[in-house]
T-cell receptor, first 114, second 114 residues
Framework: KAGVTQTPRYLIKTRGQQVTLSCSPI?????VSWYQQTPGQGLQFLFE???????NKGNFPGRFSGRQFSNSRSEMNVSTLELGDSALYLC?????????????FGPGTRLTVL | GNSVTQMEGPVTLSEEAFLTINCTYT??????LFWYVQYPGEGLQLLLK?????DKGSNKGFEATYRKETTSFHLEKGSVQVSDSAVYFC?????????????FGKGTRLSVIA
């Protein structure tokens, strides 16, 4: 079974631009979570989608948004990019009906903001 | 709020040495506990988990025991290999509904030298 895939793997943008990242969960997984990883802050939760609805949200500004499609694929968007948005963005999916939050991670998208 | 504290790295060991990475947590309820590993250039992989007190998670020679009395989940391995060089993250997920976000520690970088 294919793992979680994320595209693109690397991205370079300039301040003020916007960016969209994509995540395809493992087949059959319906929950998708997004995390930001930086050297200073570590891994921080952005949001989680389940059945096309945002179920949980972390403490990030409104410039960070996401959505989920009917096939469970998810996108996250960051508008008006800032230098501090440079990070590795990780997507994770979870099996349906799982009692404990065991998440399967993709390889990440490394975003560099210049 | 919930939090996870890991020993700071980097940790450098010789091959076949004993490994301990300390992890303690703060949670309001009864969390599930996880260790994830991140190899260079990759996303996170679940290494092991424990979902209730006194559970021992184990995988690939690594072990960790859920100690509720000391709120700890220390990772151990009896004999490390060069291939174990990676960053290790301790994490918790509150409750047992399967959809609460993971809260991660800052990560501990392990380097194993031959």
């Amino acid at each position: 079974k294919a793992g979680v895939t994320q595209t693109p793997r690397y991205l370079i943008k300039t301040r003020g631009q916007q960016v969209t990242l994509s995540c395809s969960p493992i087949s059959g997984h319906r929950s998708v979570s997004w995390y930001q990883q930086t050297p200073g802050q570590g891994l921080q939760f952005l949001f989680e989608y389940f059945s096309e609805t945002q179920r949980n949200k972390g403490n990030f500004p409104g410039r960070f948004s996401g959505r989920q499609f009917s096939n469970s694929r998810s996108e996250m968007n960051v508008s008006t990019l800032e230098l501090g948005d440079s990070a590795l963005y990780l997507c994770a999916s979870t099996r349906p009906g799982q009692k404990y939050n065991e998440q399967f991670f993709g390889p990440g998208t490394r975003l560099t903001v210049l | 709020g919930n939090s996870v504290t890991q020993m700071e790295g980097p940790v450098t060991l010789s091959e076949e040495a004993f490994l301990t990475i300390n992890c303690t947590y703060t949670a309001t309820g009864y969390p599930s506990l996880f260790w994830y590993v991140q190899y260079p250039g990759e996303g996170l992989q679940l290494l092991l988990k424990a979902t209730k007190a006194d559970d021992k998670g184990s995988n690939k020679g690594f072990e960790a025991t859920y100690r509720k009395e000391t709120t700890s989940f220390h990772l151990e391995k009896g004999s490390v290999q060069v291939s174990d060089s990676a960053v290790y993250f301790c994490a918790l997920s509150e409750g047992n509904s399967g959809n609460t976000p993971l809260v991660f520690g800052k990560g501990t970088r392990l380097s194993v030298i031959a």
